[in-house]
Protein backbone atom coordinates (compact mmCIF):
# COMPACT_ATOMS: atom_id res chain seq x y z
CA UNK A 1 0.00 0.00 0.00
CA UNK A 2 3.33 2.22 0.95
CA UNK A 3 4.10 1.65 -2.96
CA UNK A 4 0.71 2.94 -4.50
CA UNK A 5 1.23 6.53 -2.66
CA UNK A 6 5.18 7.59 -3.79
CA UNK A 7 4.22 7.54 -7.12
CA UNK A 8 0.90 9.39 -6.74
CA UNK A 9 3.36 13.17 -6.29
CA UNK A 10 6.13 12.43 -9.48
CA UNK A 11 2.62 11.92 -11.29
CA UNK A 12 1.15 15.19 -10.85
CA UNK A 13 4.35 16.82 -11.06
CA UNK A 14 4.87 15.37 -14.32
CA UNK A 15 1.50 16.43 -15.40
CA UNK A 16 2.31 19.95 -14.67
CA UNK A 17 5.49 19.78 -16.23
CA UNK A 18 3.73 18.74 -19.10
CA UNK A 19 1.68 21.27 -19.08
CA UNK A 20 3.85 23.91 -18.79
CA UNK A 21 5.95 23.09 -21.05
CA UNK A 22 3.00 22.78 -23.74
CA UNK A 23 1.91 25.94 -23.35
CA UNK A 24 5.55 27.73 -23.30
CA UNK A 25 5.76 26.11 -27.62
CA UNK A 26 2.65 28.73 -28.59
CA UNK A 27 4.51 31.93 -29.90
CA UNK A 28 3.89 34.94 -27.40
CA UNK A 29 1.53 37.74 -28.62
CA UNK A 30 4.25 40.24 -28.68
CA UNK A 31 5.34 38.07 -31.93
CA UNK A 32 2.45 39.62 -33.56
CA UNK A 33 1.74 43.15 -32.26
CA UNK A 34 1.45 45.64 -34.76
CA UNK A 35 2.66 49.59 -33.11
CA UNK A 36 -0.05 52.27 -35.94
CA UNK A 37 -0.49 55.33 -35.67
CA UNK A 38 -3.81 57.17 -37.57
CA UNK A 39 -4.01 60.19 -38.57
CA UNK A 40 -6.87 62.65 -39.57
CA UNK A 41 -6.68 65.77 -40.84
CA UNK A 42 -9.62 68.24 -41.89
CA UNK A 43 -8.34 70.02 -44.94
CA UNK A 44 -12.23 70.78 -45.62
CA UNK A 45 -13.41 73.91 -45.09
CA UNK A 46 -16.59 72.63 -42.59
CA UNK A 47 -16.34 71.63 -38.89
CA UNK A 48 -16.62 67.25 -39.31
CA UNK A 49 -16.97 65.17 -36.53
CA UNK A 50 -16.90 61.82 -36.94
CA UNK A 51 -16.02 58.50 -33.99
CA UNK A 52 -12.56 56.77 -32.76
CA UNK A 53 -12.72 53.36 -31.32
CA UNK A 54 -10.21 52.18 -28.97
CA UNK A 55 -10.24 49.04 -26.88
CA UNK A 56 -12.18 50.81 -23.39
CA UNK A 57 -14.64 53.48 -25.33
CA UNK A 58 -15.48 55.04 -28.23
CA UNK A 59 -14.11 59.18 -28.64
CA UNK A 60 -16.14 61.72 -30.79
CA UNK A 61 -13.36 63.57 -32.49
CA UNK A 62 -14.30 67.39 -33.92
CA UNK A 63 -11.99 68.78 -36.11
CA UNK A 64 -12.24 72.42 -37.82
CA UNK A 65 -10.79 73.28 -40.80
CA UNK A 66 -6.95 72.68 -40.73
CA UNK A 67 -6.90 70.75 -37.30
CA UNK A 68 -5.99 67.12 -36.52
CA UNK A 69 -6.13 64.19 -34.66
CA UNK A 70 -3.98 61.58 -33.94
CA UNK A 71 -4.62 58.45 -32.44
CA UNK A 72 -1.61 55.52 -31.42
CA UNK A 73 -3.46 51.24 -31.65
CA UNK A 74 -0.85 48.48 -30.47
CA UNK A 75 -2.79 45.74 -32.35
CA UNK A 76 -2.68 41.87 -32.85
CA UNK A 77 -1.77 40.72 -36.47
CA UNK A 78 -0.61 37.45 -37.71
CA UNK A 79 1.87 38.75 -39.97
CA UNK A 80 5.61 37.68 -38.93
CA UNK A 81 6.90 40.30 -41.69
CA UNK A 82 3.98 43.05 -41.83
CA UNK A 83 3.75 45.06 -45.01
CA UNK A 84 2.58 48.70 -44.33
CA UNK A 85 0.33 48.59 -47.85
CA UNK A 86 -1.48 45.47 -47.23
CA UNK A 87 -1.50 44.68 -42.83
CA UNK A 88 -3.76 46.59 -41.49
CA UNK A 89 -7.37 47.13 -42.95
CA UNK A 90 -8.30 44.99 -40.17
CA UNK A 91 -6.66 47.67 -37.49
CA UNK A 92 -8.50 50.36 -38.82
CA UNK A 93 -11.92 48.37 -39.36
CA UNK A 94 -11.41 48.44 -35.28
CA UNK A 95 -10.40 51.85 -35.06
CA UNK A 96 -13.20 53.54 -36.78
CA UNK A 97 -16.82 53.08 -36.06
CA UNK A 98 -18.18 51.33 -38.90
CA UNK A 99 -15.30 50.63 -41.09
CA UNK A 100 -16.03 47.31 -41.23
CA UNK A 101 -18.93 48.20 -43.30
CA UNK A 102 -17.30 49.57 -46.19
CA UNK A 103 -18.14 53.76 -44.73
CA UNK A 104 -17.96 55.58 -41.71
CA UNK A 105 -20.58 58.40 -40.31
CA UNK A 106 -19.26 61.88 -40.60
CA UNK A 107 -21.42 64.85 -39.22
CA UNK A 108 -20.93 68.22 -41.33
CA UNK A 109 -23.04 71.01 -42.58
CA UNK A 110 -25.70 69.61 -40.19
CA UNK A 111 -26.04 66.14 -41.53
CA UNK A 112 -24.97 62.93 -40.34
CA UNK A 113 -23.68 61.40 -43.88
CA UNK A 114 -21.57 57.99 -44.99
CA UNK A 115 -18.51 58.43 -46.26
CA UNK A 116 -16.48 55.57 -47.92
CA UNK A 117 -13.32 57.03 -48.15
CA UNK A 118 -11.60 56.44 -44.70
CA UNK A 119 -12.71 53.26 -44.48
CA UNK A 120 -10.51 52.30 -46.88
CA UNK A 121 -6.41 51.58 -45.75
CA UNK A 122 -5.67 51.97 -49.41
CA UNK A 123 -7.39 55.73 -49.09
CA UNK A 124 -3.94 57.13 -46.32
CA UNK A 125 -0.39 57.39 -46.89
CA UNK A 126 1.25 55.63 -44.79
CA UNK A 127 4.72 55.77 -43.27
CA UNK A 128 7.20 53.06 -41.70
CA UNK A 129 8.32 54.39 -38.14
CA UNK A 130 10.07 51.61 -37.42
CA UNK A 131 10.07 47.36 -37.45
CA UNK A 132 5.81 46.89 -36.62
CA UNK A 133 5.18 50.43 -36.58
CA UNK A 134 3.60 52.75 -38.79
CA UNK A 135 1.85 55.93 -39.13
CA UNK A 136 -0.96 56.43 -41.76
CA UNK A 137 -3.06 59.69 -42.53
CA UNK A 138 -6.06 60.41 -44.01
CA UNK A 139 -7.05 63.76 -45.60
CA UNK A 140 -10.64 65.54 -45.31
CA UNK A 141 -11.16 67.20 -48.26
CA UNK A 142 -13.67 69.02 -49.45
CA UNK A 143 -13.89 66.55 -52.40
CA UNK A 144 -14.34 63.81 -50.54
CA UNK A 145 -17.29 65.22 -48.27
CA UNK A 146 -18.82 66.16 -51.31
CA UNK A 147 -19.34 62.40 -52.48
CA UNK A 148 -20.86 60.62 -49.45
CA UNK A 149 -22.32 57.72 -50.18
CA UNK A 150 -25.53 58.35 -48.54
CA UNK A 151 -27.25 61.76 -46.16
CA UNK A 152 -29.43 61.03 -43.47
Known amino acids: MQQKRTWRPYLLIGINILILSLSGCSRGESDYLIDTEFVFINESNRTIVFTVKNPTTNKTISLS??????????????Y???????????????VLDGADRGDIIVEYDNKTCFIEAPAMISNYTNEVLGER????????????LENPIRCL
Do not use: I, K, M, W
Not at 66 to 78: D, F, I, K, P, V
Open 65 to 78: PNERYSSSHLAEAG
Open 80 to 94: DNPNPESCCQGVLNG
Open 133 to 144: SFRYTFVFTDEV
